[in-house]
């Protein structure tokens, strides 16, 4: 049993259409059985992505982001320490991150290109929210098949799954189809 199908059995009928107006946009029928429209609910959720993050993955990042803020903070501590401690100072390089990232075939990011933010966790590892067919048109163009040019619907994300491939290796991804966590590399 899915997250989603978990969280809509806890609510009433008149909660399940508010959360699916509020995390889809999409209306559902209200003359329906609670079952029905939790069916309903989980078809919208394969087909879109939500428009914010869904209650049970906002907790994770509240975790993360109070654990994270300790650690930074016992970060700078510790640097100011070290620093006062130091008799001679470090000499701090600049990296060329154009050095580091190297274009997957023929498939080039514009500079000006924000991609999609990394938002959620699982586990360690941060990941991003896709449709499935987005997950598809990026095994495509990696096999050569299609080329970004191609890509109708979901471009955008296409292009952030290519970015963090080529700037990090890889790219933990939820498929909005199945809810299945697949790593792109």
Request: aromatic share 8%.
């Given at each position: 049993?899915?997250?989603?199908?978990k969280?809509?059995?806890?609510?009433?009928?008149?909660?399940?259409?508010?959360?699916?107006?509020?995390?889809?946009?999409?209306?559902?029928?209200?003359?329906?059985s609670?079952?029905?429209?939790i069916?309903?609910?989980?078809k919208?959720?394969?087909?879109?992505?939500?428009l914010?993050?869904?209650?049970?993955?906002?907790?994770?990042?509240?975790?993360?982001s109070?654990?994270?803020t300790k650690?930074?903070?016992?970060?700078?501590?510790?640097?100011?320490?070290?620093?006062?401690?130091?008799?001679?100072?470090?000499?701090?390089?600049?990296?060329?991150?154009?050095d580091?990232?190297?274009?997957?075939?023929d498939v080039?990011?514009?500079?000006?290109?924000?991609?999609?933010d990394?938002?959620?966790?699982?586990g360690?590892?941060?990941?991003?929210?896709?449709t499935?067919?987005?997950?598809?048109?990026?095994k495509?163009?990696?096999a050569?098949?299609?080329?970004?040019?191609?890509?109708?619907?979901?471009?955008?994300?296409?292009?952030?799954i290519?970015?963090?491939?080529?700037?990090?290796?890889?790219?933990?991804v939820?498929?909005?189809?199945?809810?299945?966590?697949?790593?792109l590399?």
């Amino acid at each position: 049993m899915s997250e989603l199908t978990k969280h809509a059995n806890t609510l009433t009928k008149t909660k399940i259409l508010e959360f699916s107006q509020e995390y889809y946009g999409e209306g559902l029928n209200d003359r329906a059985s609670k079952g029905a429209m939790i069916k309903q609910l989980e078809k919208i959720a394969e087909e879109k992505t939500p428009l914010k993050p869904l209650p049970w993955e906002e907790l994770l990042l509240e975790e993360e982001s109070s654990v994270e803020t300790k650690e930074v903070q016992q970060e700078v501590t510790d640097e100011i320490v070290d620093a006062t401690d130091a008799e001679d100072s470090a000499e701090v390089k600049p990296v060329d991150l154009v050095d580091l990232v190297e274009p997957v075939e023929d498939v080039a990011i514009e500079a000006h290109f924000k991609p999609i933010d990394l938002d959620y966790k699982n586990g360690d590892e941060r990941y991003m929210i896709v449709t499935f067919d987005s997950v598809e048109s990026y095994k495509k163009i990696k096999a050569g098949e299609i080329s970004l040019n191609d890509v109708k619907n979901s471009v955008e994300e296409v292009k952030s799954i290519f970015y963090y491939v080529q700037r990090n290796g890889s790219v933990l991804v939820r498929e909005t189809r199945n809810s299945r966590f697949i790593e792109l590399t």
